[in-house]
């Protein structure tokens, strides 16, 4: 049987890895905050990809990677779980 992770938490871990490592001490990365307005960029969004890839097991398809589902840690989040789920 598959383990099912929970939206939440991959949301939350995603929020965790991106204000550890991608931006300024003391900024706060809530799941609605904004990526770009973050000042993230085309590199820190591989390295996004390269944690999920390393954390889930998973493999995203570059179509996954659509404006819209990196806009944020929570939309990120949701586009995770839909190819986790598969």
Excluded: W
């Amino acid at each position: 049987m598959a383990v099912v992770i929970e939206q939440d938490v991959i949301c939350q871990k995603l929020c965790e890895f991106i204000q550890a490592n991608l931006v300024a001490p003391g900024i706060g990365v809530s799941p609605t905050t904004s990526l770009t307005q973050l000042g993230l960029d085309s590199f820190s969004i591989i390295e996004i990809v390269l944690f999920i890839e390393r954390q889930y097991g998973l493999t995203l398809p570059d179509v996954a990677l659509s404006k819209e589902n990196i806009e944020s840690p929570q939309a990120f989040a949701a586009c995770v779980h839909h190819y986790i789920s598969l």
